[in-house]
């Protein structure tokens, strides 16, 4: 893995849409439609701070599948959500953050990573962009 400059680092933040975290999956999923180009969701408390994130392939699979849609329209995100994603303010070592990421368990290695700004949601990082 090669050094990565913080000013590369900040720059490989995304924009991905976030969700309150009192959204049901239905109310969630009309947001994922409206972001075909988005990787992930982030939830967010009504401080606009990170609480959780749901990666839009897994979510729309477990949403859609055979327990899916009556199941799950009328259930909270939360539910659903990865409760404890890599969350890391944009002034973070960019090699820290790339040490975590790879040390996540092997499901959610590709998982985004949610950036925050003085403890707000800012932005994404894909994990695929920390690695050269």
């Known amino acids: 893995m090669s050094t990565i400059a913080a000013n590369e680092y900040s720059a490989m933040v995304r924009i ?8 049901t999956c239905r109310e969630t999923l009309r947001v994922m439609f409206q972001h075909p180009e ?10 606009n701070e990170p609480v959780g994130l749901l990666m839009c392939e897994r979510f729309f ?7 899916g849609m009556d199941h799950f329209y009328r259930e909270s995100v939360t539910k659903l959500m990865n409760r404890k994603p890599l ?7 960019p090699e820290s953050v790339a040490l975590k990421a ?3 368990p092997e499901m959610m290695k590709n998982d985004c990573i949610i950036v925050t700004e003085n403890g707000t949601f800012a932005g994404v990082v894909y994990a695929s962009d920390l690695i050269h």
């Open 16 to 23: 991905a849409p976030s969700v309150p975290a009192s959204y």
């Open 38 to 47: 988005a990787k992930c969701i982030v939830v967010c408390n009504t401080d």
């Open 61 to 67: 699979l477990k949403v859609t599948g055979r327990m």
């Open 87 to 93: 969350i890391a303010d944009i002034s973070a070592p």
């Open 102 to 104: 790879s040390q996540r």
